[in-house]
């Protein structure tokens, strides 16, 4: 009853629904929402089976495709420029239209609706509805750290954190919807993501940068859900691979896992409703009126000019200029993207993600057949997938909380997170390599943590290095590294291994055969030799890594948020003025009607 006096009555009602709706409390769990559908690319280690089983490609024609398909999801420069210049909510249109058309077509192939395509054409199909996240990515991420610059690590953490969570919420849902069908878990990935893309199109927009006293407080509370969601998956997980489920029990679980989804848009409808309230109390009438006269002339700091002539200049300075390359700005200033793209930093961190994502992203593609080849059941092979998704969300939002925290209060740089990160991702390969017990479950929680990790990181770093300006091509552009890797390793060096290794086992001296016979692996020397390679590889990453740690350690020691605090205060000060200007002409016009 409290609420709805507060609100007021049916008009009241709709101007708080529109204030919500509207509100940037609101676009927090919009965009979550968002991303959750963009992680669909990880669920490609459950469906990959069905599509070599039904159009009888081999090892190295399925991991090409796992490559077309990281390719598509990686290469979000399309997406970047087209937020340069257009609004977000065209971006996200796009970006649904893409993600059905592409996924669509790969249904229809496998199902056998559509005659059977050629490889590029699946190569195409892939590539199309992988590359519609970046659009997702684009609209609801760059937009919300702009929108929240102070809190970028965290903000980033549980939306990536959502993309890790993507692969065990739609595994959930395909359950509930389908049963134990997977080839309709591809046609799940191309209606339900575009629909929540649609649904929001107006809500995701840039709004003015806000360091509001309860943000830290909000992103934490979400936090808190959001882990919480992520235990219950994961509960489940081990549930079902204990239990056998039946449709209803699969339904009723599906149910619990959207009401928790939805619990974040409970804590914005909480936090308008605060706002709301803030707006009806009476606004205190100033001491002295004169401050309106006073803003007028409010004498400019000394820094003021040299502030404007560096802020006309980067303004006067398109994104795509090349006149300025070999003169860069400082760290944390805002770079056009050639300078961004040719800077030392992008270079040394472009080759230790591209180890580092590209040994992450093989692994993941291939869990399916790892599974298979180790003698694990095909529903426990769905099961790695799904934990690897999950403990990629407790990668991406424990980077994001942690590393922002120690950087904040201990001055730790966060690069040195990368480091740390991509030598825990070769362990997680050494126990690929030289399997044991159940190990492909635990290497899968090892890299898919890492993984999540690295992306939060990766995607938070090049904010802080290279500024906010141009984020939404910059951002699109530093995750270019794990495609070519991905391609590198999961093609020429895993794929060739593993069908080098089941021609051996066939006792053939050819790889010439028929394209309807399937070519499997089985035992540990599968995977042995090319999952050394990408431990190694992971081990040089790291080193290269350290560089950049070194780099940086000067940078980070510093407050790297200092422009955007000076920025929100000025803001805040403009308003408090607008407010007494507002108080002292009501406070007149009062005087005036009682003389």
């Not at 969300?393 to 909380?401: E, N, Y």
């Not at 070769?426 to 390599?433: D, E, F, S, T, W």
Request: aromatic share 10%; net charge positive; proline share 3%.
């Amino acid at each position: 009853m409290g609420d709805a006096a507060t609100v007021g009555g049916g008009g009241g009602c709709c101007r708080f629904a529109w204030q919500v709706l509207r509100g940037g409390w609101f676009m927090i769990p919009a965009a979550f929402l968002v991303m959750a559908g963009a992680g669909a690319t990880y669920l490609y280690g459950v469906y990959s089976k069905d599509i070599k089983a039904r159009l009888g490609y081999d090892q190295s024609t399925l991991n090409l495709l796992a490559s077309m398909k990281d390719l598509g999801a990686n290469v979000g420069i399309p997406a970047g420029l087209l937020a340069e210049v257009a609004p977000t909510w065209v971006v996200l249109l796009v970006g649904s239209i893409m993600n059905f058309g592409g996924y669509f077509l790969i249904w229809l192939a496998v199902v056998g609706k559509i005659p059977k395509p050629a490889v590029w054409h699946m190569c195409v199909y892939i590539c199309l509805g992988a590359n519609s996240q970046n659009f997702s990515n684009t609209g609801a991420l760059v937009t919300c750290v702009k929108n929240f610059p102070e809190a970028r690590g965290m903000m980033l953490g549980l939306m990536k954190g959502f993309v890790g969570l993507s692969g065990a919420l739609f595994t959930q849902l395909y359950y509930a919807i389908y049963g134990n069908d997977s080839t309709s878990m591809i046609l799940l990935i191309g209606w339900l993501p575009s629909v929540i893309s649609i649904v929001f199109l107006t809500t995701l927009r840039p709004m003015k940068a806000s360091t509001h006293p309860r943000v830290l407080n909000v992103l934490y509370q979400n936090m808190y859900v959001t882990v919480g969601l992520a235990a219950f998956l994961m509960g489940l997980i081990i549930a079902q691979k204990q239990v056998q489920f039946s449709q209803t029990a699969y339904i009723g679980s599906a149910i619990a896992v959207i009401v928790l989804i939805l619990l974040p848009f409970g804590i914005a409808v909480r936090e308008e409703l605060l706002v709301w309230r803030e707006k009806k109390q009476p606004v205190a009438a100033p001491t002295d009126i004169v401050i309106a006269k006073e803003s007028k002339t409010l004498p400019e700091s000394p820094q003021t000019d040299t502030q404007k002539e560096k802020e006309g200049a980067t303004e006067e300075m398109p994104c795509y200029s090349c006149t300025n390359v070999c003169n860069k700005p400082s760290r944390g200033e805002d770079y056009s993207i050639f300078q961004a793209l040719l800077s030392a930093d992008m270079i040394i961190m472009f080759v230790a993600m591209c180890c580092g994502l590209g040994c992450n992203l093989t692994t993941m593609n291939n869990l399916g057949q790892i599974g298979e080849s180790l003698g694990y059941k095909k529903n426990t092979i769905g099961i790695s997938v799904s934990l690897a998704s999950i403990w990629g969300f407790f990668g991406r939002v424990f980077t994001g909380f942690i590393s922002e925290t120690l950087l904040l209060k201990k001055k730790v740089p966060r690069t040195l997170f990368m480091t740390i990160f991509l030598l825990l991702s070769a362990v997680g390969q050494l126990m690929i390599a030289f399997p044991f017990p159940n190990s492909v479950y635990i290497a899968s929680l090892v890299v898919g943590f890492s993984h999540g990790a690295q992306l939060t990181l990766v995607f938070t770093v090049v904010s802080e290095l290279f500024g906010l300006k141009y984020y939404s091509t910059l951002f699109n552009c530093g995750q270019l590294s794990a495609p070519l890797g991905s391609y590198v390793l999961s093609v020429l060096v895993v794929g060739k291994l593993y069908d080098r290794e089941a021609i051996k086992q066939l006792g053939q001296k050819s790889v010439k055969r028929s394209m309807t016979e399937e070519l499997t692996c089985i035992g540990t020397k599968c995977y042995k030799i090319s999952y050394l390679i990408l431990a190694c590889t992971n081990v040089f990453a790291a080193f290269v890594s350290l560089i950049l740690v070194c780099r940086t350690r000067k940078f980070y020691s510093g407050d790297i948020y200092k422009k955007f605090r000076g920025e929100t205060e000025k803001n805040e000060n403009e308003k408090e003025k607008e407010m007494a200007v507002t108080a002292g002409t009501r406070k007149q016009q009062e005087v005036a009607a009682t003389d």
